[in-house]
Structures are given as C-alpha cells and as structure tokens.
C-alpha cells in the first residue's frame, strides 16, 4: 500500500533554513507527480509546490517562489523540499502528497515552526 513518511521538520528562527523529505513506498515512485502541501493553525491546507514524475518540471506558490525548492531522488524514492528564508508565516505542519488512481495519499506530516 501506498506510504509517505515526511521529516525533517523543527523550529528554526526566522531567516533560516530547513529541508524536508519524503519517503514514499508502495508504488512506483518513479512514475508519479508528487506535492508538498502545507497546513497553518486555523487555515486550510495549501499547495506548496510540485514536481513532475521525472523532476524536470516544477511549481510553486507564489508565497514561497524563489525561496523554497522541490527536488526528487528517483533511485531512492525519496522527495525533498528545500526551505530557505524562512518566515513566521511560513510555520505549519508540511504534507507530501500523490494521486493514483484518482485518489489522493497523505503522509502525517511534519510541523515546521519559524519564531525567534
């Protein structure tokens, strides 16, 4: 079955970076989309970016363009996200996620909290 474990969250300061992976099992990795998404206190969930199934084609939101990168590693199913100047805003609890079979897989997350 499908399984996506997230890590590498934590608390940073503000200014700061953090990487988070994803390791996925259960499918072939390698043929797949993939997303971070995230989810601040109180709000809804929301597209952080997304990577193409061979990673040569990505996408952002425009609150974390120029400063995140979403990256794959296809030989070790793995999925990261590369944050860098991170903000107070940026603080929620970060999700990867893929579609097969027109149903969505979650992992649990991981909680990222930016504060000084």
């Known amino acids: 079955q499908v399984q996506l474990v997230e890590s590498g969250g934590g608390l940073v300061q503000p200014g700061g970076s953090l990487t988070l992976s994803c390791a996925a099992s259960g499918f072939t990795f390698s043929r797949y989309a993939m997303n971070w998404h995230r989810q601040a206190p109180g709000k809804e969930r929301e597209l952080v970016a997304a990577?193409?199934?061979?990673?040569?084609?990505?996408n952002y939101a425009d609150s974390v363009k120029g400063r995140f990168t979403i990256s794959r590693d296809n030989g070790n199913n793995l999925m990261y996200l590369q944050m860098n100047s991170l903000k107070p805003e940026d603080t929620a609890v970060y999700y990867c996620?893929?579609?097969?079979?027109?149903?969505?897989?979650w992992g649990k997350g991981t909680l990222v909290t930016v504060s000084s």
């Open positions: 996620k893929m579609r097969k079979n027109f149903m969505d897989y």
């Open positions: 990577i193409s199934s061979g990673g040569s084609s990505t």
